[in-house]
Every structure is written in structure tokens, then in C-alpha cells.
């Protein structure tokens, strides 16, 4: 049985109902042209969802409505993308929000600092998006290139954002072409809760 959000009669403390959250964060990656978001318009379909798509890379040419992004530079899109995530989430016509496109993102938050401070301007500005996305409320679908799958060797790890993404999403999906021809889906992993 799972403890209902309550405040403890000593210490003022308040307990999270488990399960609570159950909004779907979804990740799908794989190369260019394997039907990623083709595969997250049928997800959609297939759970009910009624999506809206911000489009980094102008390529999501299924029948999700697309909002306007000004990516002109890297402080015009991190504004205009906290900007849309907050009309999104004052707007009960969509209950998912889609960011195709999320490794063209990344490189695009990297501001015109010199030195490192631009990779911190980076971070800082995603871990914004990052976080008006999830307190929206909504579901969410992140679409990227196969380099969202998470990277551990001796020469290689992956960025921390592509890592904190695959950390908060509970289903992964990686789109491939298979050796006949066929568009493919693989399921890496799905993280259900009970209650």
C-alpha cells in the first residue's frame, strides 16, 4: 500500500505518494531516416495521447502540430523554447509534449562564451528546459540521433545531458533499419510502477 501524500506530525516533513507520477517520459533515438518520428506519432495513437512537437530540426513531417521556434542563436532558441513550453503548459488541447530534435538542441544552448563558460551556459540552459518541461505537467516524448544512447568505454562517455535524459525517462526506443529493409523498433527499457 503506498503512503498518501500527508505532513508528519513532527518535523513538518510531506511524503510523496509513489505513483503519483505517471506520466509517460519517453525517449527515442536512433540515425536519420529510421522513422523516429513516425514511431512517436503511433506511440501517440497507440496510448491515447494528443501530442504537440517542437520541431528543433524542421524534419518531423508527420500530422503533429508543430509550434514555431526562433532558433536564430542560442539564446533566441533557449528563450523562445521556455517561452513555448509555458504556452504548452497552460494549454489543455495537448497532454504530451514532443522535442524532436533534442541532440541538435544541445549543440544549439551552447552560447558564444568564451572558453568553458559556453559548455555551463549549455547546461544551465537545459537544465531550465529540462525543468519547465517536467513541472508542465505533460508527457513527454524526446526524439534524437543515435548518440542518445548512453556511452560508457575507456575512450568515450556520453555528455551529462544526454545521460540526465536517459536517467528520467522510464521507456526507450531505438528505431533502426533492419538488414531486409524494414523500419524496426527495439524496446531497451520500460520502467513501470506498482502500487
Known amino acids: ?30 540515425n536519420d531516416g529510421t522513422g523516429k518520428s513516425t514511431y512517436a506519432e503511433q506511440y501517440c495513437k ?58 541538435s538542441l544541445i549543440e544549439m544552448l551552447v552560447s558564444k562564451a568564451n572558453g568553458l ?17 517536467i513541472a508542465s505537467g505533460k508527457n513527454i516524448i524526446w526524439i534524437g540521433q543515435a548518440d542518445m544512447k548512453v556511452i560508457y568505454t575507456e575512450d568515450h562517455q556520453s555528455n551529462k545531458i544526454v545521460i540526465k535524459i536517459n536517467s528520467i525517462v522510464n521507456e526507450k526506443y531505438h528505431c533502426y533499419i533492419a538488414k531486409n529493409g524494414n523500419y524496426e523498433v527495439e524496446t531497451e527499457k520500460i520502467r513501470r510502477y506498482s502500487q
Open 1 to 30: 500500500m503506498a503512503l498518501k501524500s500527508r505532513t508528519a506530525p513532527s518535523g513538518g516533513l510531506t511524503f510523496k505518494n509513489r505513483g503519483a507520477n505517471d506520466k509517460k517520459k519517453v525517449l527515442i533515438y536512433g
Open 46 to 103: 497507440d496510448n491515447g495521447l494528443n501530442a504537440v512537437c517542437i520541431d528543433i530540426d524542421d524534419t518531423n513531417f508527420t500530422s503533429i502540430p508543430l509550434v514555431e521556434i526562433d532558433t536564430r542563436t542560442d539564446l533566441t532558441t533557449f528563450n523562445s523554447i521556455c517561452e513555448v513550453v509555458e504556452l504548452i503548459t497552460n494549454d489543455d488541447r495537448f497532454d504530451t509534449i514532443i522535442v524532436d530534435g533534442v541532440t
Open 117 to 133: 563558460k559556453k559548455y555551463s551556459d549549455r547546461s544551465e540552459r537545459f537544465t531550465k528546459i529540462l525543468r519547465l518541461i
